[in-house]
């Protein structure tokens, strides 16, 4: 089928339906008719539409005493319904937990959107001082341990693809602002086995990752350990443990690498 054939199936109003609800972000919880109307060039009746029919099927919810909208319960359930149903995540669940309650610390499992990461479980360390990071938050790749992770199988030429266009923003003197930083970053990383930082994103926070892949050895995430250096003190107690739950994981998902 050609690319004439295959537009011929594709529902226009479904499409901008859905670039309606792909607005919303962690940074970005509430969206106006004319924000709609200026971020996908639509006519403001066309807009005011899409956005009424995503709210009567509770896709979308009116923000109280505003002409904003707000993403509605029917979204979140589809966002958790696939969050339990994944393969990766439902492998990960307990791996993650138990690597939790033998070292104490907050443990993780990340996935790659372009350039940021999305996590898809978290198991909170029980400090009684942490920073809980809730399911759906997303950072870029280039800042954080986990990112890194998701891009160590890219080629330098795949990172400059990847990044064409893209900011690397600086979160801490450690965050690596241009792609050639990033590529020796990731090369180094890569040959440990995993990636790390110290304050290199959250001042004060230190995180450990390693990857996650299927049975085709594709990296499909990320698993992650981190918590306040003032209880993770030392990576080198809990990087074999790291190392060896992303090895189960990806047993689980059929890997034998």
């Given at each position: 089928m050609d690319e004439g054939e295959q537009a011929r199936y594709v529902v226009v109003g479904l499409r901008r339906g859905l670039a309606i609800l792909n607005m919303f972000r962690r940074d970005r919880r509430v969206v106006t008719?004319?924000?709609?109307?200026?971020?996908?060039?639509?006519?403001?009746?066309?807009?005011?539409?899409?956005?009424?029919?995503?709210?009567?099927?509770?896709?979308?919810?009116?923000?109280?005493?505003?002409?904003?909208?707000?993403?509605?319960?029917?979204?979140?359930?589809?966002?958790?319904?696939?969050l339990h149903t994944t393969e990766v995540v439902a492998?990960?669940?307990?791996?993650?937990?138990a690597l939790r309650d033998r070292t104490g610390f907050s443990t993780h499992m990340c996935v790659r959107d372009g350039t940021e990461i999305v996590y898809v479980f978290t198991a909170s360390s029980h400090h009684r001082m942490r920073g809980d990071i809730p399911v759906g938050t997303r950072y870029p790749c280039h800042a954080v341990a986990s990112g890194r992770a998701l891009l160590f199988d890219m080629t330098k030429a795949g990172i400059k693809d990847l990044y064409r266009g893209v900011s690397l923003a600086a979160f801490s003197p450690q965050t690596p602002t241009t792609v050639d930083a990033l590529w020796s970053r990731i090369e180094r990383e890569r040959k440990l086995g995993y990636a790390w930082h110290r304050s290199g994103f959250v001042s004060g926070i230190v995180s450990l990752s390693a990857p996650v892949r299927d049975s085709g050895?594709?990296?499909?995430?990320?698993?992650?350990?981190?918590?306040?250096?003032?209880?993770?003190?030392?990576?080198e107690t809990v990087r074999d443990q790291v190392l060896s739950t992303a090895a189960e994981v990806s047993a689980r998902l059929g890997w034998r690498g």
């Open positions: 008719v004319p924000e709609m109307t200026a971020a996908l060039g639509l006519p403001r009746a066309t807009a005011f539409r899409l956005a009424y029919t995503l709210e009567r099927d509770g896709y979308l919810q009116r923000v109280p005493d505003s002409p904003a909208f707000r993403l509605g319960p029917k979204t979140l359930l589809l966002g958790f319904d696939y492998c990960g669940r307990d791996a993650l937990t050895g594709a990296i499909v995430a990320a698993i992650n350990i981190s918590d306040s250096e003032t209880v993770l003190k030392d990576i």
